[in-house]
T-cell receptor
Framework: KQEVTQIPAALSVPEGENLVLNCSFTDSAIYNLQWFRQDPGKGLTSLLLIQSSQREQTSGRLNASLDKSSGRSTLYIAASQPGDSATYLCAVNTGTASKLTFGTGTRLQVTL | ETGVTQSPTHLIKTRGQQVTLRCSSQSGHNTVSWYQQALGQGPQFIFQYYREEENGRGNFPPRFSGLQFPNYSSELNVNALELDDSALYLC??????????????FGAGSRLTVL
């Protein structure tokens, strides 16, 4: 059974700081991995999708890496801003339909 | 129409009642999936529908059922509501085949409270 763990559970940083969010998964036989953002009480916004054959993806100030063999992914956020405050969720797809297995998320607060 | 819309946004039910949640996907999105997100947890996969047929199910009892319609709308029905069913229910759609690895587009969710 695939299990996804995210560390830390919560993080508070001052504006401008670079930060790394961690995600680990137990079964390396994944199809892809996605990072999502969720604002309080809202749905999910897809940030980055990394296919199993890829090592990283970049979008603006976000960079996600994938090490499938070790079951790890990181989301790097450069020059954090208060608008980045949200919960970040990591999810893996084992190729079974659109069934994603999610971690419990990292709640990020960027302070002024 | 773009995006995934869900209704209602919030609702309150009592134990034992039944609820129907609705989702409207983008045109051409033949795959729709439903997730349950309890407070402070990550979403849990309930089931998926592809071209009006259930095509994958998570660890949820049969009182959770669904329907998908040709007009890209779908429903999640929950019978005999329990307190633990209180959660945010998310609908997500993808444009391709049921085994494709595509970015899921999520709706804003329906927040269900069971008293």
């Amino acid at each position: 059974k695939q299990e996804v763990t995210q560390i830390p559970a919560a993080l508070s940083v001052p504006e401008g700081e670079n930060l790394v969010l961690n995600c680990s998964f137990t079964d390396s036989a994944i199809y892809n991995l996605q990072w999502f953002r969720q604002d309080p009480g809202k749905g999910l916004t897809s940030l980055l999708l990394i296919q199993s054959s890829q090592r990283e993806q970049t979008s603006g100030r976000l960079n996600a890496s994938l090490d499938k063999s070790s079951g790890r992914s990181t989301l790097y956020i450069a020059a954090s801003q208060p608008g980045d405050s949200a919960t970040y969720l990591c999810a893996v797809n084992t190729g079974t339909a659109s069934k994603l297995t999610f971690g419990t998320g990292t709640r990020l607060q960027v302070t002024l | 129409e773009t995006g995934v819309t869900q209704s209602p946004t919030h609702l309150i039910k009592t134990r034992g009642q039944q609820v129907t949640l609705r989702c409207s996907s983008q045109s051409g999105h033949n795959t729709v999936s439903w997730y349950q997100q309890a407070l402070g947890q990550g979403p849990q996969f309930i089931f998926q529908y592809y071209r009006e047929e259930e095509n994958g199910r998570g660890n949820f009892p049969p009182r959770f059922s669904g329907l998908q319609f040709p007009n890209y709308s779908s429903e999640l029905n929950v019978n005999a509501l329990e307190l633990d069913d209180s959660a945010l229910y998310l609908c997500a759609s993808t444009p391709d085949s049921p085994s494709g690895a595509n970015v899921l587009t999520f709706g804003a969710g329906s927040r269900l409270t069971v008293l």
